[in-house]
């Protein structure tokens, strides 16, 4: 689970930046203990929102795959804050609190420039205080020091080979990942916690597709549950199934009209392609996913990533998750998470969103998030900042919706944007300026 992530020189995050999932302010609705399965972030377009969840996943990603997917000499492809000369060559620093599948806490953090990694650190909490498992900088006085001038020292908890890993460690991959490589165990836990972190945006729905086509064709678990959650979200949907892939110009005209597709049995050799499966008042039809709306596809998509995270017990990060979904099935994906029973594994999804019905709602009872679940980013001069509802000190029956719309919390679109049309407008004169 995460429980922290602090950031700096990021696109647009110039400044420190410090998101948290931990529940300082729970009031009724709290089925986890200390840290939160859900977070809603707010703020305007272009606030910062997007950039966040980025971060996360830049960071996350470059710990877990940085050592496999580089090379020596050819720097790091990081991004930096551009809008201030100064801040182009700047470090950028990702630091993660988290709680690995062995239950222990871990504080994971790294700098970076262009071209190698400037320090990286990872303690383990076994008890109430903290263990350091390695420490690495830029220096030459390190029980172990590197051709580049980097080095790194262990603490006593760190067991198993040590000369060996740091020293195929490059000067531009994190010792985390190339012990990861190596075969470490010590790092095992906090390595595969960050593996755990994926990121969907709503716009590329379609990327989710193929793999719910393969829980089709294998027919597993998820695969069931996606047919029912597909059936029962309302959508005018009976099913959905496989067909052989037909060849000729009029294979989708053949599909949608009934045709001679049959669902394809499980071992078929020929393609397959997913159909939706619809039934009027006398008859039946299966149509492809071409024909479907944005909203339907995007449902789907949206179940196969809830399923596979609440599974696994992933960090999930949604961006613009009401791109393509009811205010209805955002509250419902949100509760799944929110609820211990449907998420065993303490799976967390942290969104991105526009949709204040989960949070426009007077007192604690019918709120599906709570006070110290909400985060807001907003943008000045440029450079993002990104700051939680319990900053505001919000009261327990404090309506946040209403409040966020009538620009409490400062995280609203400049209100003024309809006195330009109004200039516009204005001056013109049957298409024609004066």
Same mark, same amino acid.
């Given at each position: 689970?995460?429980?922290?992530?602090?950031?700096?020189?990021?696109?647009?995050?110039?400044?420190?930046?410090?998101?948290?999932?931990?529940?300082?302010?729970?009031?009724?609705?709290?089925?986890?203990?200390?840290?939160?399965?859900?977070?809603?972030?707010?703020?305007?377009?272009?606030?910062?929102?997007?950039?966040?969840?980025?971060?996360?996943?830049?960071?996350?990603?470059?710990?877990?795959?940085?050592?496999?997917?580089?090379?020596?000499?050819?720097?790091?492809?990081?991004?930096p804050f551009l809008l201030?000369?100064?801040?182009?060559?700047?470090?950028?620093?990702?630091?993660?609190?988290?709680?690995?599948?062995?239950?222990?806490?871990?504080?994971?953090?790294?700098?970076?420039?262009?071209?190698?990694?400037?320090?990286?650190?990872?303690?383990?909490?076994?008890?109430?205080?903290?263990?350091?498992?390695?420490?690495?900088?830029?220096?030459?006085?390190?029980?172990?020091?590197?051709?580049?001038?980097?080095?790194?020292?262990?603490?006593?908890?760190f067991t198993g080979p040590?000369?060996?890993?740091?020293?195929?460690?490059?000067?531009?991959?994190?010792?985390?990942?190339?012990?990861?490589?190596?075969?470490?165990?010590?790092?095992?836990?906090?390595?595969?916690?960050?593996?755990?972190?994926?990121?969907?945006?709503?716009?590329?729905?379609?990327?989710?597709?193929?793999?719910?086509?393969?829980?089709?064709?294998?027919? *597993?678990?998820?695969?069931? %549950? $996606? =047919? /029912? @959650?597909?059936?029962?979200?309302?959508?005018?949907? +009976?099913? &959905?199934?496989?067909?052989?892939?037909?060849?000729?110009?009029?294979?989708?005209?053949?599909?949608?009209?009934?045709?001679?597709?049959?669902?394809?049995?499980?071992?078929?050799?020929?393609?397959?392609?997913?159909?939706?499966?619809?039934?009027?008042?006398?008859?039946?039809?299966?149509?492809?996913?071409?024909?479907?709306?944005?909203?339907?596809?995007?449902?789907? *998509?949206?179940?196969?990533? %809830? $399923? =596979? /995270? @609440?599974?696994?017990?992933?960090?999930?990060?949604? +961006?613009? &998750?009401?791109?393509?979904?009811?205010?209805?099935?955002?509250?419902?994906?949100?509760?799944?998470?929110?609820?211990?029973?449907?998420?065993?594994?303490?799976?967390?999804?942290?969104?991105?969103?526009?949709?204040?019905?989960?949070?426009?709602?007077?007192?604690?009872?019918?709120?599906?998030?709570?006070?110290?679940?909400?985060?807001?980013?907003?943008?000045?001069?440029?450079?993002?900042?990104?700051?939680?509802?319990?900053?505001?000190?919000?009261?327990?029956?404090?309506?946040?919706?209403?409040?966020?719309?009538?620009?409490?919390?400062?995280?609203?679109?400049?209100?003024?944007?309809?006195?330009?049309?109004?200039?516009?407008?204005?001056?013109?004169?049957?298409?024609?300026?004066?």
């Open positions: 689970m995460l429980v922290d992530f602090t950031f700096e020189n990021f696109k647009c995050y110039r400044d420190q930046q410090a998101f948290s999932m931990r529940r300082y302010n729970r009031s009724g609705y709290a089925p986890f203990d200390d840290v939160s399965t859900v977070t809603a972030i707010y703020g305007a377009n272009a606030s910062g929102k997007s950039s966040l969840l980025e971060a996360m996943t830049y960071a996350a990603r470059f710990a877990v795959n940085g050592y496999r997917r580089g090379s020596s000499g050819e720097g790091i492809a990081r991004l201030d000369s100064e801040y182009a060559t700047r470090p950028s620093t990702f630091y993660f609190e988290l709680i690995a599948s062995d239950e222990r806490r871990y504080k994971y953090w790294f700098s970076i420039d262009d071209k190698q990694v400037l320090s990286e650190d990872l303690v383990v909490y076994r008890s109430s205080r903290p263990s350091t498992l390695f420490s690495r900088w830029v220096g030459d006085d390190g029980s172990y020091t590197n051709e580049h001038g980097q080095s790194i020292e262990f603490g006593p908890s040590k000369k060996q890993l740091w020293s195929i460690t490059r000067e531009n991959a994190l010792f985390l990942s190339a012990a990861a490589a190596g075969g470490s165990k010590v790092i095992e836990p906090v390595y595969r916690e960050l593996g755990k972190v994926s990121i969907y945006k709503a716009r590329f729905y379609e990327r989710e597709m193929p793999r719910v086509k393969r829980e089709l064709e294998g027919g *597993s678990q998820d695969a069931g %549950a $996606l =047919r /029912s @959650l597909i059936k029962f979200a309302d959508l005018g949907i +009976d099913d &959905i199934g496989l067909v052989e892939r037909k060849t000729g110009v009029d294979e989708e005209n053949d599909i949608a009209d009934g045709g001679d597709a049959s669902i394809a049995q499980e071992g078929g050799k020929r393609p397959t392609d997913i159909v939706f499966l619809h039934e009027g008042k006398d008859a039946r039809a299966m149509f492809p996913t071409g024909y479907e709306s944005d909203g339907t596809v995007g449902a789907l *998509s949206f179940f196969s990533v %809830a $399923l =596979r /995270s @609440l599974r696994s017990g992933g960090i999930a990060l949604v +961006d613009e &998750i009401d791109s393509s979904l009811h205010p209805t099935l955002v509250k419902e994906l949100v509760l799944a998470f929110a609820d211990r029973e449907s998420n065993p594994n303490a799976a967390q999804l942290i969104f991105t969103t526009h949709d204040v019905s989960l949070i426009d709602v007077s007192g604690s009872e019918d709120r599906v998030l709570d006070r110290d679940q909400i985060w807001f980013a907003s943008k000045s001069d440029g450079a993002s900042e990104i700051f939680p509802a319990t900053e505001f000190h919000v009261r327990r029956g404090e309506n946040v919706g209403r409040n966020y719309l009538n620009d409490v919390y400062g995280a609203l679109p400049d209100p003024r944007l309809h006195d330009v049309f109004l200039e516009f407008a204005g001056g013109c004169h049957d298409g024609k300026e004066d």
